[in-house]
């Protein structure tokens, strides 16, 4: 997009289209993109009647919760997007500074594997399940604010054995990705 | 030992010994031990004057904290107990219900993880240092109240990468292990 300012009516036009394409865009990401300040972009979504990304996140969540069998709703770590059983899932965590360290500002690992464990062990379609190896790879750091998307794939299930692996970006860059075998009991 | 009920006096002298060989059992332990009441320990601690194993950790652990350079005493998931920066390190954690999964009552596994990541950080001689990659296994579930013990060491060290194994034990049994590759920027 370029950086020359869009009237008010064009942006919003616009501003349409890019939710309809990416519902779960951050207020920062469209900021960027329109080259508007965030309480600018506020007011858009105001005037469009959008909500908040919490918002509609916890709205397309809701129905999603409903399939999981494995672990509670408030046990997920962040919001789960989509998700079909022993296939996949999706889900999404805005990040902010309680997660991070203190000295380096950067999110702390666990809060991230934790997202990944917790989305491998809901796509599982069974009662109970358990972490029973995981092999996991932190790429780049993730910084307060940034929104972590991570994307789970059941790639194999042997007996009461599932390999489920789990892939986390940031914009399109992936950050992290974790290969767990859970087991169900 | 027997389970032949020693007499109080016996059983506050052998309460000492005991102590001494291992200063960080919990209570429930001595009761199972010594077959009588945890209530009875607490009695027995109080006119022994030890303190409870809360205290006994902290009073032990606060040296070990300032040595610690990579992360901050609090973002350490467990109480340092034992700290030689580049070689080893041992941390404690009592779990509580609060850590568990509602359905199965079994310790959430990145509570686990968490205390292994943030010890092995503890133990490398670095100013920042993050997890690049990490390859775990969980190999018993832990119940809330069970008090792990990890104990990490520095393997290897090759440039700005640090190679460090976890152990996880319950009671002597070992209940995960983690490998992880640290990486001081």
Redesign the interface.
Known sequence: MSSRKLSKKERQEKFLKVIEEDPFITDEELSDMFNVSIQTIRLDRLALNIPELRERVKKVAKANYKKVR???EA?I?GELIDLELNKRGISILETDSSMV????K?V???YI??MA??LAMAVIDA??A?????????RV?VLAGQKLIAKAEVTKIRGNKYFVHVKITVKDEQVFRGKFILVS?
Do not use: C, M, Q, W
Not at 101 to 104: A, V
Not at 130 to 138: C, F, Q
């Open positions: 494995t672990i509670a046990e770590v360290f203190k000295k380096t950067i702390r690992g666990h594997f934790a464990e917790s009662d109970v358990l972490t029973g190896v995981a092999n996991i790879k932190y750091p009991i």
